[in-house]
Nanobody, 124 residues
Framework: QLHLEESGGGSVQAGGSLRLSCAAS??????MAWFRQAPGKQREGVAI????????RYADSVKGRFTISQDNAQNTVYLQMNSLKPEDTAMYYC???????????????????WGQGTQVTVSS
């Protein structure tokens, strides 16, 4: 089993920044991703990092604003979110597993292990 715990969500005004953290323990993984889900919408991939290579991929909607990074010593992955927009408002989840490489952010079905989510609210 792989346990994931997110933190760092909150409420900010448009243009502000937040940093989300996802601490992992247990089963090994080679990729960790952030997803988000707004009320009434499907869960969408935001960013992914491949642990061994450090390779990253982003959704078009967040490119240039969000940065995913990892601290291998702490088994933690971060999502730095800058220039936040109201449309970024959602519950954010981290997910991890041993996956093959995907050219973008893989679909949620690729990941067996999920955190409980952390809410991000951006006001205009």
């Amino acid at each position: 089993q792989l346990h994931l715990e997110e933190s760092g969500g909150g409420s900010v005004q448009a243009g502000g920044s937040l940093r989300l953290s996802c601490a992992a323990s247990g089963y090994s993984w080679n990729s960790m991703a952030w997803f988000r889900q707004a009320p009434g919408k499907q869960r969408e991939g935001v960013a992914i990092i491949y642990t061994n290579s450090g390779d990253t991929r982003y959704a078009d909607s967040v490119k240039g604003r969000f940065t995913i990074s990892q601290d291998n010593a702490q088994n933690t992955v971060y999502l730095q979110m800058n220039s936040l927009k109201p449309e970024d408002t959602a519950m954010y989840y981290c997910a991890a597993d041993r996956t093959r490489f995907y050219s973008g952010v893989p679909p949620p079905s690729w990941f067996r292990y999920w955190g409980q989510g952390t809410q991000v609210t951006v006001s205009s």
